[in-house]
């Protein structure tokens, strides 16, 4: 009886792992999460632009400038987490590499857990500054845009 579910085990593993390996897989994970990121924050861009809407009316442009801030931050937090969904299996690959070149290399075992270690921190360090960059340029694309939107709308209306 113990054999037979360590078998069972065993066989949905290597399932996992077939599955988990295929090209397809990540992409249709990839698009799975944006679409739920999308829809979770689809409430909030439409409370955005209703307060817009509600607020538009003022005398100055700042309406505008709060709700294209907020539409950027938005914007620019799904495409950080978008990224980060696709860079994930890139990164493990490389990382990979690194600790197995290293260890061909003839290092020693805690030499490799060393270096594996920084190699880490760097890897994460270098993601998280390239995530940055493109997220917040992500937003301010997405500020600019929606601002001229936005005024143009406020502009047109009053």
Known sequence: MADNEEQERTT???????????????????????????????????????????NHQTSSGWPAVYASVLLGVVFGVL????????????????????????????????????????????????VFRVLLKEGNVVALLCALLAYFVFFNSYSISS
Request: proline letters at 1%.
């Open 79 to 126: 495409s950080m987490a978008a990224a980060l969904f696709i860079a994930v299996p890139a990164i493990v690959v490389i990382w990979i590499s690194v600790v197995v070149s290293m260890a061909f290399a003839g290092k020693s075992r805690r030499r490799v857990v060393v270096e594996g270690r920084k190699v880490t921190k760097e890897i994460a360090g270098f």
């Open 12 to 54: 949905s593993y290597k399932l996992f792992l077939k599955v988990i390996s295929k090209r397809r897989t990540w992409v249709c994970l990839f698009l799975v999460v944006y679409a739920i990121l999308l829809s979770s924050s689809w409430n909030s861009l439409n409370s955005i632009v209703d307060w817009y809407g509600e």
